[in-house]
């Protein structure tokens, strides 16, 4: 079974502080991906990467970055972080089309 | 209006019984389906997926896929309690293309 680690696993953060979330993948998979998951919203594409130093925007990449330094690890990086960033965020990755996803983190923004 | 819909938005099913859940795409671009499911702290995990018109089972699972109509369905066949999740319905343009996720329908297992 494919491996997604995240961390944290939560974290509470403060209007305007930064925040970077981690997910490392020992699938050798070349796609990763960012989602939000919140209630009656499903889960939301943030950003995604098919290679490493490269990142694509997602249907909501605004108050988001992303950087992926290596095939293993991909971070998602909340500059400036804001109340209406309070949610769960998932990463993935895939070999091209069934997407393995990591445990999650919450995230609560004050 | 979200890409992909799904309904309903909550599914009570006696153990034992059938659960249909239902997913329409707006977007006639949308050619590759699936189906994945959420335990309650968990991550999603991938369930079945479906790219021609016509039905695909995979044990108590069953996916149906009209493309005309842009149409998915999931049944689940004597239900457990273990189906208790989210069940979300994704789609993707092309092979390698990211997946647009429905908002879930939640599967809960009830007493016959």
């Known amino acids: 079974e494919a491996a997604v680690t995240q961390s944290p696993r939560s974290k509470v953060a403060v209007t305007g502080g930064k925040v970077t979330l981690s997910c490392h993948q020992t699938n050798n998979h070349d796609y990763m991906y960012w989602y939000r998951q919140d209630t009656g919203h499903g889960l939301r594409l943030i950003h995604y990467?098919?290679?490493?130093?490269?990142?694509e925007k997602g249907d909501i990449p605004d108050g988001y970055k992303a950087s992926r330094p290596s095939q293993e690890n991909f971070s998602l990086i909340l500059e400036l972080a804001s109340l209406s960033q309070t949610a769960v965020y998932f990463c993935?990755?895939?070999?091209?089309?069934?997407?393995?996803f990591g445990p999650g983190t919450r995230l609560t923004v004050l | 209006q979200q890409k992909v819909q799904q309904s309903p938005e909550s599914l009570s099913v006696p153990e034992g019984g059938m659960a249909s859940l239902n997913c329409t795409s707006s977007?006639?671009?949308?050619?590759y389906f699936w189906w994945y499911r959420q335990h309650s702290g968990e991550g999603p995990k991938a369930l079945m997926?479906?790219?021609?018109?016509g039905d695909k089972k995979e044990g108590r699972f069953t996916a149906h896929l009209n493309k005309a109509s842009l149409h998915v369905s999931l049944h689940i066949r004597d239900s457990q309690p273990s189906d208790s999740a989210l069940y979300f319905c994704?789609?993707?343009?092309?092979?390698?293309?990211?997946?647009?996720f429905g908002s879930g329908t939640k599967v809960i297992p009830c007493l016959p």
């Open positions: 977007d006639r671009n949308f050619q």
């Open positions: 997926s479906i790219f021609s018109d």
């Open positions: 990467s098919y290679v490493a130093d490269s990142t």
């Open positions: 994704a789609a993707k343009e092309g092979f390698a293309s990211a997946l647009t």
């Open positions: 993935a990755s895939s070999e091209r089309d069934r997407q393995y």
